[in-house]
Each structure stands twice: as structure tokens, then as C-alpha cells.
């Protein structure tokens, strides 16, 4: 998939974030409303353990929870998350090439629920969470009066 992908929003790119997560789309299945999304770990995004540190883990999580939901509704909504749950299982080391898979577990008119994991890419478990989130409207760069 590239930029041109319908399910990824032609603005992602330009978000700041997703220039510091090293944020790549992969893909969107409808049919199980999972995203996969690719991230390379950056040096500035660890610990001296030389693993990324839990809180900016969060963040991949989210992001790849996020875009599900994105997709999931054509880029018309995003989630405005209430809460974040997750387990760290294994140390994501500086330099991996992270696959991210979020979906959309109930995508209600109050209340989203969310699911993410992470996993280096051979297969092998780095964290796995979920969120319950607000649906709102997708914030865009002028909407905002960040672009």
C-alpha cells in the first residue's frame, strides 16, 4: 500500500507524530477491520536498556489502534481515546522494524473499543493493548490550524 491507499488519510504524513514513530501504512482488511501499519525504531525513542521506553510503546499502539478505526469509517472519524491498557511483554530493541496490527473490536456511536499488538517481524510478541475511545470527527491540519 502506499500514500495513495483510500483508507490512509492524505494528510498522515504531514503529522508530526507520525514523523517521530516512523509510521508506515501496510494495510486495511475489512473484513476482520485490522490495520497493519510498520514502524522503525529510532535511537531518540529508547532507554539506556536500548529498548524503546513504555510510554512512546503507547504510542505506536495508538497509532496503529487509531488508523483501524480511520479506515474503518473512511477517514471520516478518528478516536478520541478515554483510556489505554497495555502489556509490555518483550524489550523493543533500537533499530527493529516494528508491524503494528490494530483493529476495531466495536465501532459504536458513543464508544469505540480498540485492540492493538506489536511484533517484531518475525512473529515474536513486543506489546499488545486496548483502548476505549470517543468517535469524533477526523482532526485534520487546517481544522486544527496546525497546516
Do not use: C
Amino acid at each position: 500500500m502506499s500514500l495513495n491507499d483510500t483508507h490512509y488519510p492524505d494528510d498522515a504524513g504531514q503529522s508530526p507524530h507520525t514523523a517521530l514513530l516512523g509510521s508506515e501504512f501496510v494495510s486495511w482488511d475489512a473484513d476482520t477491520q485490522t490495520a497493519t501499519m510498520r514502524f522503525t525504531v529510532k535511537r531518540e525513542m529508547t532507554t539506556w536498556r536500548g529498548g524503546v521506553q513504555g510510554g512512546l510503546v503507547a504510542g505506536y499502539l495508538d497509532d496503529v489502534m487509531g488508523y483501524a478505526y480511520v479506515a474503518a469509517t473512511d477517514g471520516e472519524m478518528a478516536p478520541l481515546n478515554l483510556d489505554i491498557s497495555m502489556s509490555l511483554i518483550r524489550l523493543i530493541p533500537d533499530g527493529a522494524t516494528v508491524i503494528g496490527k490494530g483493529r476495531v473490536v466495536k465501532g459504536g456511536r458513543r464508544v469505540v473499543f480498540l485492540e492493538g499488538e506489536l511484533y517484531a517481524e518475525d512473529g515474536t510478541l513486543y506489546a499488545r493493548s486496548t483502548s476505549t475511545a470517543l468517535p469524533t470527527p477526523r482532526p485534520t491540519p487546517s481544522s486544527t490550524g496546525m497546516g
